[in-house]
């Protein structure tokens, strides 16, 4: 069963809109999330982080919110620009200091159309 | 750039024979790791390394090896290649920074071809 869930396989949004990505996790343990983008044909990139002792972290147009509670996390781009469109991964470990392997959700396939 | 570089970039192979794919890294980090990435799955974690010589099994390792002989090569084998084993394939390290996780630095990925 997957620990790490982001149900929407795809989403289009127009340019200069907000993107909200969602991820669901099933472990109560994770304390540590994580968002990477993937372009075609490279590596995943680490987007941006957050630590489960926050609700909210922004890193320019991102910004990763967490809600323990609901065991949810949704990544917001404001505004959305084509060069945004790509693969988003949600990932989750259980330490943000030690060096356990991140466990990754399935991805969304982002589409920014201009 | 974390000086991560994977080869070979592309490969077809035939089904039972074995294969070696490569990851070498520049900045003597000791995590390294491997995934596969397929359709609707995501990245799944194969093996990892935390030393020299020292290995560990990941969420879907049957039917792979790993070796580190020394820090920055890190070998994933295909013993007797199957066409499920047709993937794209990362490496990683992890790029942390004292108590900061910056999460994993990822290869440019190697996709395999298993016909």
């Known amino acids: 069963d997957q620990q790490v869930k982001q149900n929407s396989p795809s989403l289009s949004v127009q340019e200069g809109r907000i993107s909200i990505l969602n991820c669901d996790y099933t472990n109560s343990m994770f304390d540590y999330f994580l968002w990477y983008k993937k372009y075609p044909a490279e590596g995943p990139t680490f987007l941006i982080s957050i630590s489960s002792i926050k609700d909210k972290n922004e890193d320019g147009r991102f910004t990763v919110f967490l809600n323990k509670s609901a065991k949810h996390l949704s990544l917001h781009i404001v505004p959305s620009q084509p060069g945004d469109s790509a693969v988003y991964f949600c990932a989750a470990s259980v330490s943000k200091t030690s060096y356990d392997k991140v466990i990754f959700g399935p991805g969304t396939s982002l589409s920014v159309i201009p | 750039d974390a000086g991560i570089t994977q080869s070979p970039r592309h490969k077809v192979t035939e089904t039972g024979t074995p294969v070696t794919l490569r990851c070498h890294q520049t900045?003597?980090?000791?995590?390294m790791y491997w995934y596969r990435q397929d359709p609707g799955h995501g990245l799944r974690l194969i093996h990892y390394s935390y030393g020299v010589k020292d290995t560990d099994k990941g969420e879907v390792s049957d039917g792979y090896s790993v070796s580190r002989s020394k820090t920055e090569d890190f070998l994933l084998t295909l013993e007797s290649a199957t066409s499920s084993q047709t993937s794209v394939y990362f490496c990683a390290i992890l790029a942390g920074q004292g108590n900061t996780n910056y999460g994993y630095t990822f290869g440019s990925g190697t996709r395999l071809t298993v016909v």
């Open positions: 900045e003597n980090h000791r995590y």
